[in-house]
């Protein structure tokens, strides 16, 4: 039940926690752009623009693990 502020900013908490897992949280290209780093909740992929592969990819799986228990925290708390 959202009957106070504090059930609204859970709720708030809860959607924006689910939206981390879903797109990208940081993106960097570098000066020459022929690189790019993308990081998301689940993993960090670096890419080659010109040639368009990927270069090397590492797990960031923690991210999303943490995200997805906090999300469903703040709802079992609504």
């Given at each position: 039940m959202i009957q106070r502020i504090q059930s609204v900013f859970l709720l708030l908490v809860a959607i924006s926690m689910v939206t981390s897992t879903l797109f990208p949280i940081w993106l960097?290209?570098?000066?020459?752009?022929?690189?790019?780093?993308?990081?998301?909740?689940?993993?960090?992929?670096?890419?080659?623009?010109?040639?368009?592969?990927i270069i090397s990819q590492s797990n960031?799986?923690?991210?999303?693990i943490l995200a997805l228990i906090s999300a469903g925290l703040a709802i079992y708390s609504l």
């Open positions: 960097q290209v570098n000066p020459d752009q022929t690189q790019s780093m993308e990081m998301t909740a689940w993993f960090t992929t670096i890419t080659d623009t010109v040639e368009e592969s960031n799986i923690y991210i999303g």
